[in-house]
């Protein structure tokens, strides 16, 4: 157990923040009292667990609006167990119902800034919609272009397989007849050869065919010189 005596510097009057350190105090089970001392600080004199009163002195370092502490000055002192439960020390109920006043009129303000905010928000917010909404119309535009150049893409790749088809269709008939004219080929070679055979066959009996003459007008030609010979000589011309 331990004691501890607090000077808190800062936006710290007139701005609620002794209820919050009370509220804390009243949640961690420690005891003593919170006062405004002049002109602008905040006075706390604390009793309890030491773990609670170190807790204690983090959680009152509060900066949310209204409220701004600046410095905490913290000295401990032995245990006394003076205090039977955490109170807020007030001044005349004058300066009391002044710094109520004054609280109020300060979260007032800052709620109109804040509605003031939240309107400004709002209309951007509007604005965002709206720019939203045309974002969306383009996409949606956007999206059904896909759709259609998807469509004719898939209508091109379908002509194109069809043409891929055809084509190879063709390659294979090509194929077919190069196949056919190779053999074609081959058997005009074949009629080529034995043509070219009966051809030395031909010349051959030809050539036959005039030695068999030759000695033929040979043997006819003697015959008619003898016979010529033998009228001549009947006719007293040798």
Known sequence: MKRARIIVK?????VG?????EEIARRLGIKGFVENIKPYDIRIVTEGEDEAISEFIERIKI???PIDVES????FEDF??????FEIKRG??????????????????????????????S??????????????????????????????????????????????????????????????GEESVSIGKRMLEKQDETITEIKGLREDLKSYLEERFDRLEHEVMAIKAKLGMV
Request: glycine letters at 8%.
């Open 123 to 184: 209309e951007r917010a509007v604005e965002l919609s709206e720019r939203t909404v045309e974002l969306s119309e383009r996409s949606v535009e956007l999206g059904e272009r896909a759709v259609e150049l998807s469509e004719r893409s898939v209508e091109l790749s379908e002509r194109s397989v069809e043409l891929g088809e055809r084509s190879v269709e063709l390659g294979e008939r090509s194929v077919e007849l190069g196949e056919r004219s190779v053999e074609l």
């Open 80 to 85: 006394k167990g003076e205090f039977e439960y």
């Open 17 to 21: 923040y002794r209820d919050e350190v």
């Open 63 to 65: 900066k949310r609006f």
């Open 72 to 75: 905490v000055e913290v000295s």
């Open 10 to 14: 800062g936006r710290v009057q007139r």
């Open 92 to 121: 005349d109920w004058q300066e009391e119902l002044g710094e109520r006043l004054d609280t109020a009129g300060k979260l007032l303000y800052r709620s109109v800034e804040l509605g003031e905010r939240s309107v400004e928000l």
